[in-house]
């Protein structure tokens, strides 16, 4: 597993300690979120982080933008060791006052794990600093274009240098480059490996689009920049930011991260399903039909990650794709006679038929799976 600091780059950054969550050196993409509650609202910021850390976010960002938020921290945390959640990492959003609220309430800055701070818009990013080396916290540095006119990579490594100037030690520093345009965005991170590699100090990188919009569109430019990166072995944490749609839940970015990770084969979360889109060839309704019944089914075996399952329509790419897979099934298309074909492990072990296919495959798929 590379992160940013993999082989690809021959450097490695030092390992970076978020509460119980390491990053960097070489380490496994952590996954990460943001809460959109009032974090003043307690029991609504709770629920929301147990949600994100149910989902797969090991790290979970709150903002921290006043004091009644201050004074919630402390007791959030409280709350979730209480529930089991004590492996949360919590990481405190701050901006143009966080210097004063570290400050007024120590005992908000000894519960985060971690501080956020975009020094663009920080009026004592020097205290800042000086509030995290002496809770022994460390920091991400982050800029955004947004909020951000000029050079960003000569500007987020002049912080850097500042920040340890200061004493704040390499593995206590996570950077962010933030941008809503992908290409940029892209470009941005290139620029700050090289220049890292030339001063030969690498830092644990937190990457993600920001305001990257909504839906398919923002699920679309998000994956794509975000992968671009990690396929170069680019970013040691990542996050997808999302606007989210009514009914969406916030968890849905973290699906978003997982899909990114194991399309990557950076992590594995689930078992990988391959199955075709439909053509003209296939008993679409039936097809379709028995896609989302076998991904339903396969979903209660959660334990079940390393597992590849192919679900093909006809016999055109069919045959190539379930011997690729460990249980797959295959039907003939719709002009044919109605009957499945049953690969395991590659190879075509039974043919099915009549109405009953489809459960004779769940009970050849339950057996395979408790062999595992």
Known sequence: MLGICGNRLNMKSEIVKIGKVKIGGGLPVVIQSMTDTPTSDINATVKQCIELYDAGAEIVRMTVNDEASAKAIPEIKKILKKKGYE??????????????????????????????????????????????????????????KGSFDGDIVKAILKYVEKAEKIGLKKNKIVLSLKSSDAVDFISDHERLISEMKKNRKIYALHVGLTEAGTGTQGIVSSSVATGILLKKGIGDTIRVSITPSKNDSRTK????????????????????????????????????????????????????????????????????????????????????????QVYIKGKLTKSLNGKNMLKEFFEILDKELKIR
């Open 87 to 144: 492996n949360i990492a919590l990481v405190g959003d701050f901006h143009f006052n966080g210097h004063i609220l570290l400050n007024k309430y120590p005992l908000l800055a000894k519960t985060l794990d971690k501080y956020r701070i975009n020094p663009a818009n920080e009026k004592s990013f020097e205290e800042f600093v000086r509030i995290a080396i002496e809770n022994d916290k460390p920091v991400r540095i982050g800029l955004n």
């Open 253 to 340: 970015e973290v699906e978003v991260c997982k899909n990114i990770l194991q399309t990557l084969n950076l992590r594995t979360f689930t078992p990988k399903i391959t199955s075709c889109p439909g053509c003209g060839r296939t008993n679409k309704k039936y097809f379709l039909a028995m896609v989302e019944k076998i991904n339903d089914h396969i979903k209660k075996y959660k334990k079940t990650k390393n597992l590849h399952v192919a679900i093909m329509g006809c016999i055109v790419n069919g045959p190539g794709e379930c011997k690729k897979a460990d249980i797959a099934i295959m039907l003939p298309g719709h002009q044919e006679k109605q009957t499945a």
